[in-house]
């Protein structure tokens, strides 16, 4: 049997989940504030007015462990994730959806932080959290909690952002330094203690998008560096074109914090998650102007797409990596995970 909650150590029972009193009064004590009337009748569906014009919509689910880190936690994640998926479509964030799947036993004080990170990160992506759902698993079935969350946006572009826009000639640059989320993960699930602390880089990408479509930049692919970090985003981007990039290994930002944990354990920050960084592809004419935009928060060049891979004796859709040494090798995304349930 379940043990009983007390009053010192509150905690997560199975009835939370059982639509009934308790249901009721955790929505009412711990999620309503989520909404932004928080004495509006809650229904089975949301009624939207929304501006007129072209919408984009995704859907993401986040199952990071553990569920707190150095910068963040998965209230964190789940709404600014969404939000950037949108951005990268060229979509301004609107609104989301918050479903939880929480597990029995799980502290209520530890809700409360997550509920108290949604509502910041809400406010920091502006967005409006409009409709959701709480489910509760048995102990030892949800990993303390669960959270799913989908987003729609208003498109700002009327070229769609996609890898298939991507031409030779058109240049890379990623938004700031990377691999600061996958060891913030990494020290807070085995216990690491790096001096100083190392922050996620969670942050909402809309407005470092919006300020490159206000210069006037083209911007033919957009993709956060999520899961997989650089290497799986550019092997992504290379391979629907069949086309090849060749990446300046110097020219690619690590934080110096970074270089050293991956150096001790035997990482790749290439590989490293990352849940506030993007890569952006745009013409070789707008190279400058998305430069201006970037670098003031650490943004950098680092290569450019160098032919279509179809070249006889070629493979199709690759990314080279130039070394400090002038030599080139073919950069690969691993497998498999490096770090799994990073997001």
Not at 220 to 230: A, W
Request: include cysteine; glycine fraction near 12%; aromatic fraction near 2%.
């Amino acid at each position: 049997m379940a043990e009983p909650a007390t009053p010192a150590t509150p905690r997560i029972q199975l009835a939370h989940g059982g639509g009934g009193t308790l249901m009721q009064q955790l929505i009412d004590a711990e999620l309503r504030r989520l909404y932004a009337d928080p004495d509006q009748v809650l229904h089975d569906a949301a009624r939207l007015s929304l501006p007129h014009g072209r919408l984009a919509f995704t859907t993401d689910s986040y199952v990071v462990q553990p569920l707190e880190f150095e910068g963040g936690d998965i209230g964190t994640l789940a709404v600014t994730g969404t939000a950037n998926d949108l951005a990268m479509a060229g979509a301004r964030p609107l609104v989301l959806s918050l479903g939880l799947i929480l597990e029995e036993g799980l502290e209520l004080a530890l809700l409360r932080r997550i509920v108290a990170s949604l509502g910041e990160a809400s406010r920091r992506c502006g967005v409006t959290i409009v409709t959701g759902d709480t489910k509760v698993v048995e102990r030892g079935k949800g990993d303390g909690a669960f959270l799913n969350t989908s987003g729609i946006g208003l498109l700002q572009v009327d070229e769609p952002i996609d890898p298939l826009a991507i031409a030779p000639g058109d240049q890379l640059l990623v938004s700031g330094d990377l691999g600061r989320h996958g060891v913030a993960i990494l020290a807070a699930r085995h216990g690491l203690d790096l001096q100083p602390p190392l922050a996620t880089d969670c942050m909402p990408l809309w407005p470092a998008v919006e300020a490159l479509l206000a210069a006037g930049v083209r911007l033919h692919c957009l993709r956060d560096l999520t899961r997989g970090g650089l290497a799986s985003a550019l092997q992504e981007l290379a391979a629907p074109g069949g086309l090849e990039l060749l990446v300046e290994e110097e020219r690619i930002p690590v934080a110096e914090p970074v270089r050293r944990t991956c150096e001790l354990l035997g990482f790749d920050p290439l590989h490293l998650a990352n849940e506030g960084r993007f890569l952006a592809v745009v013409p070789e004419a707008d190279r400058q102007r998305a430069l201006e935009v970037l670098a003031p928060a650490g943004g950098a060049w680092i290569g450019q797409v160098a032919a279509a891979g179809h070249t006889a004796g070629r493979p199709r859709g690759r990314v080279l990596l130039r070394t400090p040494f002038g030599s080139e090798r073919v950069l690969v995304p691993l497998s498999g995970e490096l770090l799994p349930r990073i997001c």
